[in-house]
């Protein structure tokens, strides 16, 4: 595997590459991540993936110092997968100059759910994702359904921006217990890590309750946002959308029978996790 941190290189590096299959990361890698490097090979080749923490996308409360990085480890699961180029650059590569022109999401999209709780963060998420889609110029990228609201305003992004990239969504990689994986796991304390599983199980609580026909969602939400806040969460959400445009469902979608996901935000302790299930 070729491990490349200046654009110039990585560009020389895959000239004349067509089918280039890219999956970006911020490192710390878990099986969650190699399940998209195995499902980036099935539609392309070479498989390129990258490695950067992106201080854009970081609020100035957040985690970005202490945000793990784990290279080394991370280079020889990369190496195992048959991975052909790490793009690995330092933040002079990828912002030589201050960063001002960016990409920002519509206010529907961008500003809701995750949006509301870590404001710019999908501004940071969509300006560092097209710059790294123009370095790679992959014909396919890679992104986990965990992050689903990061998958669709990407996926959008390509499409507004008619980039030659398709999108591919991966499934949620779980823990037998039903945790999504996530590297801001590894900040759980072992008595967290035995509780982490109720965010999940609150989705399927949620799921389960909307498929038997109860179709009152906020009353809904509002129940599994108690539940866990009575475990000891702080919840930030728990939200039914449309799966389409991630907008609350209308009476009409619901009696329409519109696809829907359910998101979630809550901390536990100092650490907050994300998940989200498909109803
Ligand atoms: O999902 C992530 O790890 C990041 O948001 C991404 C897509 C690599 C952009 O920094």
Not at 10 to 17: A, E, F, I, K, P
Not at 201 to 210: G, P, S, T
Request: aromatic fraction near 8%; charged fraction near 25%.
């Amino acid at each position: 595997m070729k491990i490349i941190s200046s654009i110039e290189e990585l560009r020389d590096q895959l000239s004349g590459q067509l089918r280039t299959a890219f999956v970006p990361t911020m490192g710390n890698l878990h099986e969650g991540h190699l399940s998209l490097m195995r499902l980036a090979r099935k539609h392309g080749d070479p498989v390129v993936a990258s490695i950067f923490v992106n201080r854009l996308q970081f609020g100035p409360n957040e985690d970005f110092d202490k945000y793990p990085r784990t290279f080394q480890a991370d280079v020889e699961k990369l190496e195992k997968e048959g991975v052909y180029v790490l793009f690995a650059p330092t933040e002079k590569d990828m912002y030589p100059e201050p960063q001002e022109y960016r990409v920002r999401p519509p206010d529907d999209l961008g500003n809701t759910l995750e949006g509301e709780f870590r404001p710019g963060f999908f501004t940071g998420v969509t300006t560092v994702v097209l710059k790294l889609l123009s370095c790679v110029q992959p014909r396919v990228a890679v992104f986990g359904k965990k992050d689903y609201q990061q998958l669709m305003i990407v996926r959008n992004m390509c499409r507004q921006f008619a980039l030659p990239t398709n999108i591919i969504a991966a499934e949620t990689w779980r823990a037998d217990d039903g945790l999504a994986l996530s590297s801001r796991n590894m900040y759980l304390s072992a008595a967290e890590r035995a509780e982490a599983p109720a965010l999940y199980q609150n989705l399927n609580f949620v799921a389960e309750e909307m498929r038997a026909g109860h179709l009152d969602t906020f009353q809904l939400e509002r129940k599994a946002m108690d539940e866990l806040a009575k475990r000891g969460w702080q919840p930030d959400y728990i939200s039914i959308r449309k799966r389409n445009d991630l907008q609350p469902p209308t009476a009409g979608d619901l009696a329409q029978g519109s696809p829907l996901v359910v998101l979630a935000a809550a901390k536990l302790g100092t650490t907050r996790l994300i998940d989200n299930l498909e109803i």
